[in-house]
C-alpha cells in the first residue's frame, strides 16, 4: 500500500492518468462531461533570499565572555567570507536596581542597593545570502556560551510585489 | 586458667590484650575450640586499616591525562564541545582566583571559579577554522552586480525586518519573535499625485518624511508568518485603496487643500491678468486654460511662484518673506532691496 | 480526631494566600533573608574554619572576586521564565546535595545553554568509582525526567575536602 501511495506522490503523469480513469468512473453514468484534473502548478526554482544586513545583539552578565564571543563570530564570519560592518559595546551596562531598607523597620534614611548588570554588545554583517545567513547564523547559535543571550534581526530585501501596479482602467 | 596452660607454647609470643580477650570470652572459645585465631580484633584506635584502605585507593586513580600528551596533539580532538573546565584535560598551568598580595592564586586543580566561568576552549582559531571550511560549501556569494546600497534598493526596495531570539530556557520560543516590519520607500511605489495624497492620508504617521520610508509593523497575530502576511496585506491594501476614486472625492475645493497650490489659486489668474495687461496682450482665456498656463514664459514667473508657494507653505519667516521680497521685486523691475545700515 | 480540626483552621489561610495578593504578602511564609550575615563566616576562636574560595568571598564580591553559580538567560535584562529558573535551579541544588551526600565539596554550579543544563561540582572520592558511575547515570535520568531537559553531570573529583580548602578562620 505504501509503495502505491509513493509512486502516488512522485508521479504527477501516473496520477492524472488514474485521476481521469477514476472520474470517468464517477461520472460515466451521468451526462456531466469528465472534469479535467486540475492542472501541475509549473516548479517553480525557489530563490534564495536576500539579507542586506544582520545586526546581532548580545547581552550577557559576564562582559569577557562576550568579547571572547563576539571574536569568534568575527573569526567565523570572516573564515566564510562574511563582511562585518561595526562591532561594538554599550559604554555602560543596563542596571536594574533595587533600593531596599538596610534596617528591617527604622533608619528610612539607611538603605541598601541591590543591581543586576546586563552587558550590551552588538555586531553588525552586510550582504549575506539566505543559505549564508543559515549556515553562519547556526554555526553562532550552537556555539552560544552559557549565560548570554542572542538577538538577531535580520533586514532582508525583496522585490516589490508584481501586484503593486496602478489599476489598468 | 587450665586453658591458658594448655594453649601455651614455648617461643610464641601472648600479648596481654589477646589474654584479655581470651579471659573475656572464655564461654564462646571453648565451644569453637581451635578458631579463636580468626576472631575479630578490637581495635580501639582503628590504626591499621585505615593506611591500608588509603593505600589502596591511591593506586587506582590515574594520572593526569594532561601530562601523558603529546605537544602536536590535535587540540580539536581533545576538548571537541563545550564543557566545564576541567583540570585534568587542560595542558595548562591557568590559576584564578583572588588573593592578598604575595600570594599566588589557586591552581587549577579543585578550582571552582575555573569551572564557573564559560571557557572557549573548544573553539581555538584552527578548530574554528576547519569547522569554516566544512560549512563553506553550504553558504552561496553575493551577487555581484548588486555590490551598492544603490543597486539594492532600485532591484529590491521593500525591506522585510525579523527578529530571531536564542536563550537558555526549555522551550525555543519567544513571543518577541512574532513581530513583523516591512519598510518601503514612498518614491518606489508607482503613485500619481493624487493617489500619493489619499496613500499619505491612510497610513498616517507610518510615514516618515525624512527618511521618505512607510514602516508597516505587526505584531497582532501570534505567528510570524501571519504578522508577514498581514503586512503584505496592509501594504496591498492601503496602494489600492489610494488608487480608487470614490464620489465624494470630487467634492473636494480648494479650501480643504492641505497645500498651496500655486496653479489653482487666483493669484495665478492676477499674475497671468498682469503678464498680459504689462504686454498690451488682450486676456481671453479661460479658467482652465490659465490652471495650464505655463509660468516659465512669464521672466522672473518661475521664482516668483516658488516664493508664493513656499510662503505659504512653510509659513512666514524671514527666509521665505525675504525670498518673496526679491522675487517681486524682480517680477514688476523694482530696484534690489537698499540695506540701511 | 484533631487532624481535620486543624485542616479546616489552616485551609482559609492557604486559599487567601492563593486568592489575593495582598494577603499572600502580609504573611511571612518562608524563613527571613538575613542580609547581614547570609553568606558570611565568622571567625571561631582556634582559627581553624575551613573555608573554600567561594566561602571566603562574601556575596557582595560576587562579579568582582568569584562568579556566579547559575549561568542563564532568565536573569537578564527581558528574560524568560524567571522565577521557573529559579526554582528549578533551587531543586537541583537540593537533589545534588541530598543525592551525593557529604561528597559535595563546592557550589553546584548550573549553566543552562539552549534547553541543555549542564552541572557541574567537585567531588569528594569517597564512594568508588562503580558507585559514582551508578550516581551520574541516576542524577542525569531523574533530572532530565523532571525538568524535561537533557541534563549533564560535569565533575571534578578530589582526594579530600582538605583540597578544596582555600583558608581557615
Redesign the interface.
Known sequence: MNAIRGLWRTTPLVRSVLNKITLNRQFATATIPPIKPIEEVPNTVEL?K?Y?RVELEM????PA?LL??SW?CI??AS???IEVTKSWALRKA?K?RHTLLRCVHIYKKHR?QYE???YFRFLHLQ???G??C????E?I?R???????????????????D?????QE | MSLFIRKYKPGVVYNTQILWRLNSTTAETQKQGEEEEEFRVLDILQKKTRIQKKAARRADIQPDRSEKMPTDQNWGNVWPGPRSFHPSSVPLPIRQGYVPKGQAPPGKKANAELMKIPNFLHLTPPVIKTQCEAIKPFCTEWPKLLNSEEAIEKHYPVEVITSDYCHASPTIRNPLARIVTMRVKLSDLKLDSRARDKFLRLVGDKYDEKTDLVTFTADRCPVRKQNLDYVNYLLTACYHESWTVEDWEKEKCLEDMEYYDFDMHPSKKNLVNWFFMSNNKENNLSDDEIKSFDTSSIPNGVEYKNAVSELFNEGENVTTLKNYDTAVRKLLGLPEKKVVD | MNTPTILKLVQPLNILSKCSPVFASQFHTSSALCRVVSGKYRITKKRDRPLTYEMANPPHYIAHRKSWNSWNTSSLKDGLRKSETAVEDEFIRRFINGTWHGLVCSEVIIKRQFNHIRIAAIIRRAVSPTKMYFLIGYTEELLSTWIQCPVTLELQTVDSYKDVVFKYI
Do not use: W
Request: glycine letters at 6%; a negative charge.
Open positions: 534564495d536576500l542586506k547581552r550577557g552578565i559576564d565572555v571572547s564571543y569568534f573569526a567565523a573564515n566564510l567570507g543596563e536594574e541598601v543586576i548588570r546586563t550582504r549575506l545570502t543559505s549564508t543559515d549556515t553562519f547564523l554555526y547559535e556555539n552560544l556560551p552559557e549565560g548570554c543571550a542572542l538577538k538577531v534581526t535580520k533586514v532582508e530585501c525583496q522585490k516589490m510585489p501586484h503593486l501596479t496602478p489599476p
